[in-house]
């Protein structure tokens, strides 16, 4: 079997997992794809790395060797999964574990609000005492989205002395009183946040549902946080707004990755930015690879496991 391993940006995925236990020819991929389907010719699987590369239903149609795609993660919204049904082709999951990505939402807004990236700075050349931060404690941290991972960040904040509130479109009163958040109106959290941290998975409802509007609504000087989706944020309207000096913000995923060098976000001091390394630990690459190897064992022995419908 060849097998091709995708947009392995550290080069690292030969290091997880027992991949010498497969009888497969393996290509490992560290540059996002040219052309997808020129570039997969051949290959019978595939093992996608989150959602960095997309599987549309043209583009299935027309790999015809390909008859497994794994996908690193328990769902995968690049993958047209009826289409690859269709074309039979197996689409198999892995684990994950979303504590990295939680631990590294306080660490954008811990390097936000204290400033950290211009004080690494300075200490490198020479200088000392640039900034004046911004403590989290009586501060109220606004949670958009309360699911494991909001409710994570929440208990968090709760520790660092914060009124921690949040909504989202089905977000109960009842179903935010067992994490010690207050439920508010969509106007309110805008409104009230001091950080504002998001915590959605994307979809057709969540895709641009932080515009312009809601940005303006926000409080001078508030932190906005995103570890979750880029395109959940309208992006043009997030720089115009840290162009202004309006809000701050503390981001890590992008609505086109890997982030274009030229962009204007990358621009702005008022932006905390990291490269989409909110899951990317020891941890969760062994989960993910790991399970990858177990996937392909499985296809071969003709008993495939955790299948996406």
């Known amino acids: 079997m060849r097998i091709a391993i995708l947009d392995d940006y550290q080069d690292v995925s030969r290091t997880f997992g027992d991949w010498d236990s497969l009888e497969a020819d393996i290509t490992v991929f560290t540059e996002p794809l040219d052309d997808v389907v020129k570039q997969l010719q051949g290959f019978e699987a595939v093992v996608a790395m989150r959602e960095r590369t997309r ?41 994950y574990i979303g504590e990295p990505t939680a631990e590294h939402t ?44 909001g409710a994570g960040a929440a208990k968090i904040g709760q520790v660092f002395g914060m009124e921690t509130i949040a909504w989202s479109q089905n977000l109960t009163p009842e179903k935010a009183e067992p994490h010690g958040v207050t439920a508010v109106s969509k106007e309110d959290l805008f409104a009230r946040s001091d950080v504002l941290s998001i915590h959605l998975v994307l979809s057709g409802r969540s895709r641009g549902l932080v515009g312009a509007d809601e940005i303006a609504a926000m409080k001078p000087g508030a932190l906005l946080v995103n570890t979750s989706r880029g395109p959940i944020v309208d992006e043009a309207a997030l720089v115009d707004a840290l162009r202004r000096k309006v809000i ?25 930015l990291t490269p989409h390394i909110g899951f990317v630990t020891r941890e969760v690459y062994e989960i993910f690879y790991g399970d990858a190897v177990e996937d392909i064992a499985a296809f071969q022995a003709g008993s495939p496991i955790r299948v996406m419908e």
């Open 55 to 95: 599987f549309t239903a043209e583009v299935l149609d027309r790999l015809p060797d390909l008859k497994l795609l794994v996908s690193t993660g328990k769902r995968n919204a690049a993958i047209d999964v009826p289409a690859a049904r269709r074309n039979g082709v197996v689409v198999s999951a892995t684990g």
């Open 106 to 149: 306080w660490a954008l807004i811990l390097a936000a609000s204290r400033n950290l990236p211009q004080e690494f700075r300075s200490m490198r050349e020479g200088g000392w005492q640039t900034s004046v931060g911004t403590m989290l404690h009586g501060k109220t941290l606004g949670l958009l989205g309360l699911g494991r991972l």
């Open 248 to 272: 701050r913000a503390a981001i890590d995923v992008y609505d086109t990755e890997p982030f274009p060098a030229d962009h204007p976000l990358r621009t702005l001091e008022n932006a905390t």
